[in-house]
Structures are given as structure tokens and as C-alpha cells.
């Protein structure tokens, strides 16, 4: 069974660009989380679509948004890109959305860097 | 506020050394609490969950524990292979929270 696929893997953007990531989850699973890593901060969640429909949004900016698609493939996308927006960021997917005992499994993320 | 937080920020044991790495918790309505295990440039890796306080989870040299407000991953002689960062999170009514995480070096 295939895990969480995340594209691109590797990512450099200049400030004032914007990037979409891409995120395939596993087989069957409907709830799809974003979370953005940095050393500072750890995992920060970004929201999370369950059937097409965001259920929560972590407190980023509107830069950061997302969606997701019948098949239940995910994009995230942020615009306007700055130098802190330079993380690692994953992609989890789960069978049941949070708050349901969801166990989460992750991407290899996409790392992208802002120059 | 729901709040992760975990002890200590890092770890360093010898081979066989075993030690025990803390996350402590305030959540409205606690679903279940996870630990992940990260190892560099991968996502988290599912460990455990725990549901109820006093339950207890074990995976070779790892063993986890839970109590009203806190979790406790025992690790007993460890192995260089363990070395990673080790993620806690607690599930609430609608929501996941990660802690920071434990960087835990085995030196052989």
C-alpha cells in the first residue's frame, strides 16, 4: 500500500513568488492535514480538509491556503512568498479527520527554501 | 490555552543507558495521545496512542505511559538506531497539537 506522496520535494522560490505543493495520501483516507516545520517553531498545523471541506485553519496568514479535490488529493499554496516562509512542510493523511482518534501518517514534505 | 509541551529539548545517552522522555499536556476534551518518531529529513513515523489515563503501550525498547496530564516514552537500552526526535501529540475535540519533540542522541 502506498504512503503519503508528497511533490515537489525540494523547492527554491525568490520573495514575492508564489509555489503550490502537492500531496497524494494514502488509499482511501479522506482527511488530509498541513502542517509547516521549522527548527524554532516545530510542527504547525495549517488546516485540514476532510471531503473536500476545510475543517480548521491554524493561525497563518491568508497567504497560505489550500484545497482539496474528489480523489482526495490536496494542494497547498502560498503567495506572496517571504524569507520566513522557508520550512519544511508535510503533508499527514488519516482516515478520520482530527478530534475522531486519527492517526496521522506523513509525507516526506517538501522542503522549500526562500531566497 | 490546549498546550504541548515536552522534556527535555534534547537527550544524549549512551548505548544500554535508558531514560525517559516527557510530554506534558493541557487540552480541552482529550481524544488520544500520539507519539511519532522523525528521523532527518522524514516525516513523523506513528508510534503510539494512548486513550485513557494509567494505559500503557510497549514497542521493542520503547514503552509509553499515560496519566491525566502527562505521557512518558521509556526508552530501556537503547540502541544508536533509536537516535531521533521524538514527537508528542494530543488530540482534542477538533484538533491535532504537536509538541516541539525530544532530540535523543545513542552514543555507542
Known amino acids: 500500500k502506498a504512503g503519503v506522496t508528497q511533490t515537489p520535494r525540494y523547492l527554491i522560490k525568490t520573495r514575492g513568488q508564489q509555489v503550490t505543493l502537492s500531496c497524494s495520501p494514502i488509499s482511501g483516507h479522506r482527511s488530509v492535514s498541513w502542517y509547516q516545520q521549522t527548527p524554532g517553531q516545530g510542527l504547525q498545523f495549517l488546516f485540514e480538509y476532510f471531503s473536500e471541506t476545510q475543517r480548521n485553519k491554524g493561525n497563518f496568514p491568508g497567504r497560505f491556503s489550500g484545497r482539496q479535490f474528489s480523489n482526495s488529493r490536496s494542494e497547498m499554496n502560498v503567495s506572496t512568498l517571504e524569507l520566513g516562509d522557508s520550512a519544511l512542510y508535510l503533508c499527514?493523511?488519516?482516515?478520520?479527520?482530527?478530534?475522531?482518534?486519527?492517526?496521522?501518517?506523513f509525507g516526506a514534505g517538501t522542503r522549500l527554501s526562500v531566497l | 490555552e490546549d498546550q504541548v509541551t515536552q522534556s527535555p529539548e534534547a537527550l544524549r545517552l549512551q548505548e544500554g543507558e535508558s531514560s525517559s522522555l516527557n510530554c506534558s499536556y493541557t487540552?480541552?476534551?482529550?481524544?488520544?495521545l500520539f507519539w511519532y518518531r522523525q528521523d532527518p529529513g522524514k516525516g513523523p513515523e506513528f508510534l503510539f496512542t494512548?486513550?485513557?489515563a494509567g494505559e500503557e503501550k510497549e514497542k521493542e525498547r520503547l514503552k509509553a505511559t499515560l496519566t491525566k496530564k502527562e505521557s512518558f516514552l521509556h526508552i530501556t537500552a537503547p540502541k544508536p538506531e533509536d537516535s531521533a526526535t521524538y514527537l508528542c501529540?494530543?488530540?482534542?475535540?477538533?484538533?491535532?497539537?504537536f509538541g516541539p519533540g525530544t532530540s535523543l542522541s545513542v552514543i555507542p
Open positions: 494512548l486513550y485513557s
Open positions: 487540552v480541552s476534551g482529550l481524544r488520544g
Open positions: 501529540a494530543v488530540e482534542g475535540y477538533d484538533k491535532v497539537i
Open positions: 499527514a493523511s488519516s482516515l478520520v479527520p482530527q478530534g475522531v482518534l486519527s492517526i496521522q501518517y
